[in-house]
């Protein structure tokens, strides 16, 4: 089981962008070799790896340079450590440190732990232990022992971090259980290791006879190669023996291999199986894991609310990448109630023990509250204009007034609308309030919707959901679609109970059925992830068409995507760029910094990364965090081609992304 959880789709999308074909080790085949002739990226690092290993380094390296210049990770790590150690170009610590720290900005664990070993010695950098440790923290998240044991001497030395010998022995063991002959030998000799029995005879004889732990420590020695050679497929055979019976970290392994295809067939359902065996049984790996199956719908389908119980489990025996995890739940309230403080605690509980992502969420949690008025703000507006695009909306006259008081119902609506709207009278949420009710008592079902609004964000009315859902729930009842899509939205995104959600994906499809776009929308996210429902693309296609038809900007930017990747219907780069563009116009965020991706690795459209920097920076000055960090990526992967590019187009007028 990875010990990470994906950081987020846009990693994904940039990671596929990037590299769009799996690498293969360095068996070559002509197909390959005419491949990275042709310009692919993972062919010319699958190229350079067969060079690397038959001792030709210099064309080794012309294949790793010319796949790194394309923003290849791997290629990148490799041409630093040719730079760094002087193999196959003269050494130059400067170009490996750049080098290096491209590879690390595109997440590649080895890269970001020697990045992080450059900036601990002061390598082609100022020496900056914080720094160090930032990166070993990184790297260390993703599983790299090596990391793990820097980050276990940085704590232990008092090395960018407060010095703290717990958290150095933890480190130094997950780096010792990783395989980390430097960390054991540390242990060691501090007298902190409990090393596990290597291969003898006797544990054989032992295991053979039916010694479950003896089973599961010859394993650990067939899969490690400790004490005799390693062999996967006799390391999952003497493990399974050993999780049948009962071995709770033994149950945890076995999972492990299913899912990564270790010595068997790779299978994740049966790789849920025995992690749910270890987590029912107390083991903390075993409950991340399955925590993390439930989140990824790794071998059953996503459910937030058991992913959300397992996680917890994990985090208060402490664990730091459940604690971020579950940090990232109460932040969005997935499975759980939405709390910023919890959030807060666990990210803060996760930081202390060096998980540096938690930082992010930390950072991510601050904005939310900068932006909540101008969101509700934003999102009023946005239903002020489909409510007077629906029907003849009257604006604010002496007429209007008098057909208000007079008790017309529209009217009384109207009213509020204007007050809300600052149209003809100074803004009033109270006034709009006042006049919402009063439309409301005379039965409009319309002010039904805007008194739940009111309610739910605060807005001339002390916030309340209960009395929000109500409103929401007496317009849903009598077909209004807007407000079966907010009530369904809120059983779905408030509540933890099963049968609440299945009632709001119901209330969505009304709603979505009398082709209510933000429903439509919603449900296709709901369909593309798996989550509440099965997961569908084809379904999720569907709504997201349906959508997206009507010009909503959020379906629009995930329908392009869909397009981008083949999802629920056949890959096409023209209409993913067109979609995207769209929703750009219609203020979508994640739009800007899709398209910005396809510029910038030149998938879809001619590579411009004047363009691609653009689109991140309209995301980026708008409030995006997704957008900050695509922006501070390339810029920091591309500096030198974009210094140039600014120069060559210094007298041109700005271009217009997407077009």
Request: with cysteine; proline share 2%.
């Amino acid at each position: 089981m990875r010990k990470y959880v994906k950081l987020s789709f846009l990693v994904a999308f940039s990671i596929w962008l990037a590299e769009q074909k799996d690498l293969a080790g360095s068996d070559v085949t002509p197909v390959d070799v005419e491949d990275a002739e042709r310009g692919d990226a993972g062919s010319q690092v699958n190229l350079g790896k067969h060079y690397a290993e038959a001792g030709d380094i210099v064309q080794a390296l012309n294949w790793f340079r010319k796949a790194a210049e394309q923003g290849n990770a791997e290629a990148e790590y490799q041409l630093a450590v040719c730079y760094l150690d002087g193999a196959g170009v003269e050494k130059n610590e400067k170009e490996g440190f750049d080098w290096c720290k491209k590879s690390a900005l595109h997440e590649n664990a080895l890269a970001q732990d020697r990045f992080g070993f450059l900036y601990l010695k002061g390598i082609g950098v100022v020496k900056d232990e914080k720094e160090a440790f930032k990166w070993f923290s990184k790297a260390a998240a993703k599983c790299n022992s090596n990391a793990e044991f820097n980050l276990g001497c940085c704590y232990g030395n008092g090395q960018g971090v407060e010095q703290n010998d717990e958290f150095a022995t933890k480190w130094l063991e997950s780096a010792a259980a990783h395989g980390s002959a430097s960390a054991i030998k540390l242990l060691t000799s501090t007298g902190k290791y409990k090393k596990n029995p290597s291969y003898t005879e006797d544990l054989l004889k032992k295991a053979t006879a039916g010694d479950a732990e003896a089973q599961k420590y010859i394993g650990l020695s067939f899969y490690f190669g400790d004490g005799v050679e390693k062999d996967p497929q006799k390391a999952c055979e003497w493990m399974a023996k050993a999780a049948r019976q009962g071995v709770a970290n033994a149950q945890y392994n076995l999972g492990y291999y299913f899912e990564n295809g270790i010595g068997t067939t790779k299978n994740e359902k049966e790789a849920f199986i025995w992690y749910k065996k270890a987590a029912e049984q107390g083991d903390l790996v075993g409950e991340f894991a399955l925590g993390c199956c439930y989140f990824d719908s790794i071998g059953t389908p996503r459910d937030f609310v058991e992913a959300s119980k397992w996680l917890k489990k994990a985090a208060e025996k402490g664990s730091p990448n459940a604690q971020r995890l579950l940090g990232d739940m109460y932040f969005r309230g997935n499975g759980v109630q939405q709390d910023l403080e919890r959030a807060k605690d666990w990210y803060q509980k996760a930081m202390e023990q060096g998980n540096a992502d938690a930082a992010v969420g930390l950072k991510n949690i601050e904005q939310r509250k900068t932006n909540r008025t101008e969101k509700i703000i934003t999102k009023d507006r946005k239903w002020l204009v489909r409510v007077k695009a629906e029907e003849n909306y009257e604006p604010y006259s002496e007429k209007l007034v008098e057909k208000a008081e007079s008790g017309d119902a529209k009217a009384q609506l109207d009213m509020g609308i204007c007050y809300m709207a600052a149209n003809g009278v100074p803004k009033s949420e109270q006034e709009a309030f006042k006049w919402a009710q009063k439309s409301a008592d005379n039965g409009n079902i319309k002010a039904y919707q805007m008194l739940g609004m009111a309610y739910m964000c605060g807005q001339g009315v002390t916030q309340n959901m209960d009395k929000a859902k109500e409103y929401f729930r007496k317009a849903a009842e009598k077909g209004y679609a807007m407000s079966q899509n907010a009530f369904g939205s809120i059983l779905i995104e408030k509540s933890v109970e099963k049968v609440d959600h299945e009632e709001g994906v119901r209330w969505l499809t009304k709603a979505a059925e009398q082709n209510e776009p933000i429903s439509q929308s919603t449900l296709g996210d709901l369909y593309l992830e798996g989550r509440i429902v099965n997961k569908d693309e084809k379904k999720a296609f569907e709504w997201l068409t349906k959508s997206a038809e009507q010009e909503y900007a959020d379906a629009q930017s995930q329908l392009g995507i869909c397009y981008v990747f083949g999802r629920g219907t056949e890959k096409d780069y023209p209409k993913a760029v067109d979609l995207l563009a769209k929703s750009i116009e219609g203020g979508c965020l994640t739009g800007s910094v899709c398209l910005g991706n396809l510029y910038e690795k030149g998938v879809g459209v001619e590579q411009d990364l004047l363009k691609a920097e653009e689109l991140y920076k309209m995301a980026a000055d708008k409030g995006s965090t997704m957008g900050s960090t695509a922006l501070n990526k390339l810029q920091a992967s591309h500096k030198g081609e974009l210094d140039a590019l600014h120069l060559m187009s210094s007298q041109k007028g700005p271009s217009f992304p997407g077009k």
